[in-house]
């Protein structure tokens, strides 16, 4: 079983939807969990850190996390065409510690 | 199946030597990076390489000089370290330059003492 999983998309969606993004993992020792985003060229830059199960939002963004289910969630409300990128998500083992990252998620939000 | 490897996974070093890290990746992608990790965990990009060619080259100490023998390997060579080069130091690579699906090394974490 992977580390971590993630969906690649793409994912299109329309302007003003309810995004989803979502990945699983395996590693029960991860405590923190991260989510972030990248557009073309540029790199990625944090988004959420949370380290609790539960809902962390920070306007239109919210990171749900089930640690019994080992699965974490990023929700976009009222999506916008500059909400165009690629969705990371990723793993510290520690607070400092080195990250494992899941392949990305390509989401295009069409106007 | 490790897509995108990078060595050492640790390196602790003096101030002033000279080091390398590598990176390999198996994925047949034609484009490799390398970023270095701030204290905001923002990844920021150092170097990319598109087939064995150098496309992306910011603004970084000429101390640090990117090497790729072929298009699977990125290596990282760092002379003279200082100790504000204590970092994590991440390689991806993706299949193009275009191409934001990118996949990343375990990162590396320097530490320079």
């Known amino acids: 079983q992977k580390e971590v999983e993630q969906d690649p998309g793409p994912l299109s969606v329309p302007e003003g939807a309810i995004v989803s993004l979502n990945c699983t993992y395996s590693?029960?020792?991860?405590?923190?969990f991260m989510w972030y985003r990248q557009y073309s060229r540029k790199g990625p830059e944090l988004l959420m850190y949370?380290?609790?199960?539960g809902n962390k939002e920070d306007g239109r963004f919210t990171a749900q996390v089930d640690k019994s289910s080992k699965y974490i969630s990023l929700f976009i409300r009222d999506s916008q065409p500059s909400d165009s990128a690629t969705y990371l998500c990723?793993?510290?083992?520690?607070?400092?510690?080195?990250?494992?990252f899941g392949k990305g998620t390509r989401l295009h939000i069409l106007p | 199946d490790t897509a995108v490897s990078q060595t050492p996974k640790y390196l602790v070093t003096q101030m002033g030597n000279d080091k390398s890290i590598k990176c390999e990746q198996n994925?047949?992608?034609?484009?490799m990076y390398w970023y270095k990790q701030d204290s905001k965990k923002f990844l920021k990009i150092m170097f990319s390489?598109?087939?064995?060619?150098?496309?992306i080259n910011e603004t970084v100490p000429n101390r640090f000089s990117p090497k790729s023998p072929d298009k699977a390997h990125l290596n990282l060579h760092i002379n003279s370290l200082e100790l504000g080069d204590s970092a994590v130091y991440f390689c991806?690579?993706?299949?193009?330059?275009?191409?934001?699906?990118?996949?990343f090394g375990q990162g590396t974490r320097l530490t320079v003492v």
């Open positions: 390489y598109n087939n064995k060619e150098l496309i």
């Open positions: 590693n029960s020792a991860f405590q923190y």
């Open positions: 991806a690579s993706s299949l193009t330059p275009e191409n934001t699906e990118a996949f």
């Open positions: 990723a793993f510290p083992m520690n607070r400092d510690d080195k990250i494992i």
């Open positions: 994925l047949g992608h034609d484009t």
């Open positions: 949370t380290y609790s199960s």
